[in-house]
């Protein structure tokens, strides 16, 4: 077989995932409590990447944003956002104010900590009725909700008790922080650590667009 010969096959195949509908289904299996945690890059990226994987099977995904920091705008997680919008039965809303809590970088503590008790009572409602747009929500990612438990911005017992609150057959999952959340660990069914070997952040590179945001 040629090389003109595999590409084509693979350019066949690839048109003919392209021309499969996204249905509407529901999962058989959903219902655990995933956590991601840890110093290393990637906890959203892997949540989110596990959202798009159920979305793409017909599932239906929220995901709750608490404090989407490092940003300073809107507009510095806009090719996230731009992605779930593309993407059907994904969405998304954010609770959180842009930069980070505590880095004296412009953005207003208080205000860090009020969208954090407006992003509880909205997880809550979510919890209670896990709906958007009248569909049922059949994965729930709740972004930085560790995170912001770690700067004291949730109080983590509340986090154990939203978890305990959760639908049986919701899936759930949390991610954010650089310390090891013990409140949450002691009762989610799947608990990753990400965590850092090398990163260029620490030789001066800074985030770069497309990557990091």
């Given at each position: 077989?040629?090389?003109?010969?595999l590409?084509?096959?693979?350019?066949?195949e690839?048109?003919?995932?392209?021309?499969?509908?996204?249905?509407?289904a529901?999962?058989?299996?959903?219902?655990?409590?995933?956590?991601?945690?840890?110093?290393?890059?990637?906890k959203?990226?892997?949540a989110?990447?596990?959202?798009?994987?159920?979305?793409?099977?017909?599932?239906?995904?929220?995901?709750l944003?608490?404090?989407?920091?490092?940003?300073?705008?809107?507009?510095?997680?806009?090719?996230?956002?731009?992605?779930?919008?593309?993407?059907?039965?994904?969405?998304?809303?954010?609770?959180?104010?842009?930069g980070?809590?505590?880095?004296?970088?412009?953005?207003?503590?208080?205000?860090?900590?009020?969208?954090?008790?407006?992003?509880?009572?909205?997880?809550?409602?979510?919890?209670?009725?896990?709906?958007?747009?009248?569909?049922?929500?059949h994965?729930?990612?709740?972004?930085?909700i560790?995170?912001?438990?770690?700067?004291?911005?949730?109080?983590?017992?509340?986090?154990?008790d939203?978890?305990?609150?959760?639908?049986?057959?919701l899936?759930?999952v949390?991610?954010?922080?650089?310390?090891?959340?013990?409140?949450?660990?002691?009762?989610?069914?799947?608990?990753?650590?990400?965590?850092?070997?090398?990163?260029p952040?620490?030789?001066?590179?800074?985030?770069?667009?497309?990557?990091?945001?």
């Open positions: 077989m040629t090389d003109d010969t590409s084509t096959s693979s350019a066949r690839a048109a003919s995932v392209d021309e499969q509908p996204i249905d509407p529901s999962p058989e299996e959903f219902g655990l409590v995933q956590a991601f945690w840890g110093d290393g890059k990637g959203t990226t892997a989110m990447g596990m959202g798009f994987r159920a979305a793409g099977h017909g599932y239906r995904v929220h995901m944003q608490f404090m989407k920091g490092g940003a300073g705008s809107v507009e510095d997680v806009r090719g996230e956002y731009n992605a779930i919008e593309a993407f059907p039965r994904f969405s998304y809303e954010n609770s959180g104010h842009y980070w809590h505590g880095f004296h970088d412009g953005s207003d503590d208080d205000e860090h900590a009020a969208r954090a008790e407006g992003g509880v009572a909205r997880l809550r409602d979510l919890l209670a009725d896990p709906q958007i747009d009248g569909e049922r929500v994965m729930l990612i709740v972004d930085e560790l995170y912001a438990a770690n700067r004291g911005l949730v109080d983590p017992e509340t986090v154990v939203l978890i305990g609150s959760k639908p049986d057959d899936e759930l949390l991610t954010g922080g650089h310390d090891r959340p013990d409140y949450a660990a002691d009762c989610a069914d799947l608990v990753t650590e990400v965590r850092k070997e090398t990163h952040i620490d030789d001066g590179q800074g985030a770069r667009k497309g990557t990091e945001y």
